[in-house]
Nanobody, 124 residues
Framework: VQLQASGGGLVQPGGSLRLSCAAS????????IAWFRQAPGKEREGVSC????????VYAESVKGRFTISRDSAKNTVYLQMNSLKPKDTAVYYC??????????????????WGQGTLVTVSS
């Protein structure tokens, strides 16, 4: 089981980025997958998640209306489209999954498998 996060980079405030979480060793369609982030000196926080078979999606209040989570079954990949980025979105972003979960949550303790992080920096 592997999760490969990518797509981070430097972007100006108001800009957009799309993060990818490529899954291998399992079908991402049938697992809940979540995005978390951790800013320097802060605790890790849940950003968004998508449940098994895309039954539902969840967003943190801080990103609602700006971020969109989706999955591409053919590529076995989950995406996080981030628009209207703000400096406070600067963080290392991680994707995670757990095989026991039906509906996703934004609690990091609920997830067993984690990808490496991808750094997002929002700065002018």
């Amino acid at each position: 089981v592997q999760l490969q996060a990518s797509g981070g980079g430097l972007v100006q405030p108001g800009g957009s980025l799309r993060l990818s979480c490529a899954a291998s060793g399992f079908s991402a369609d049938y697992k809940a997958i979540a995005w978390f982030r951790q800013a320097p000196g802060k605790e890790r926080e849940g950003v968004s998640c998508i449940s098994i078979s895309s039954i539902n999606t969840v967003y943190a209040e801080s990103v609602k209306g700006r971020f969109t989570i989706s999955r591409d079954s053919a590529k076995n990949t989950v995406y996080l489209q981030m628009n209207s980025l703000k400096p406070k979105d600067t963080a290392v972003y991680y994707c995670a999954t757990d095989f026991k979960m039906f509906r996703c949550t934004l609690k990091d303790d609920d997830y067993f498998y984690w990808g490496q992080g991808t750094l997002v920096t929002v700065s002018s």
